[in-house]
């Protein structure tokens, strides 16, 4: 087994190892302060969360291998048990991008159904993708697993076993994150809820 000339010098820069450190904690940093906003969210409005659901705390979690590439999440608000998934998460990912998710699957989907078709026009022409994957834990944004969202895709809200509505954000826009995080967040909600 031989290492490449490249491979070799990596092995060999410790630079990059310790700058990746220091990006992962600012991200880390981001990530906290994009939650405190959601929070400011939360508390304005007068949306009923799902019974359960985490509105004190969110979740940062990290790892180095989605697709071979460290990731960084928030989840919040977010409620993941056996029988419903109503979560918020909010995902950096090296390299690629940063984005934002509504994750709905079980008794939060079949809940929240009916009032996405009706409201899906709210998030029409906002750059809003769809989850059509085969599996709710994938968030990369190849046509086999999101695809921008359309009004013909009420046929499949109406029949998919899991919903995932997506945005992204371009890495070199990382101060945005904060804002463009609780935007959808503010655009998401009341599309969830029935018109009275």
Request: positive net charge; glycine residues 4%.
């Amino acid at each position: 087994m031989q290492l490449t000339e490249k491979e070799l010098l990596i092995l060999q820069d410790t630079d990059f190892l310790l700058t990746k450190a220091t990006v992962l904690e600012k991200i880390n940093t981001l990530l906290r302060q994009t939650r405190e906003e959601l929070k400011g969210c939360v508390e304005n409005s007068n949306f009923s969360f799902p019974d359960g659901t985490d509105l004190l705390n969110g979740k940062i979690s990290k790892g180095e291998n989605y697709k071979n590439l460290p990731y960084m999440v928030l989840d919040y608000p977010a409620l993941f048990t056996t029988k419903t998934v109503f979560a918020y998460r909010t995902m950096f990912w090296w390299g690629n991008f940063f984005s934002a998710t509504l994750h709905l699957e079980g008794i939060a989907l079949n809940y929240y159904r009916n009032s996405i078709t009706i409201n899906l026009n709210k998030l029409l022409e906002k750059d809003v993708y769809i989850g059509v994957g085969d599996t709710p834990w994938q968030y990369h944004y190849e046509k086999d697993n999101y695809i921008p969202l359309t009004e013909n895709h009420k046929y499949f809200i109406n029949n998919c076993k899991f919903l995932k509505l997506s945005k992204k954000l371009e890495l070199k826009k990382w101060n945005d994150v904060p804002e463009f995080s609780t935007n959808f967040f503010e655009l998401i909600l009341p599309v969830l809820k029935l018109r009275k």
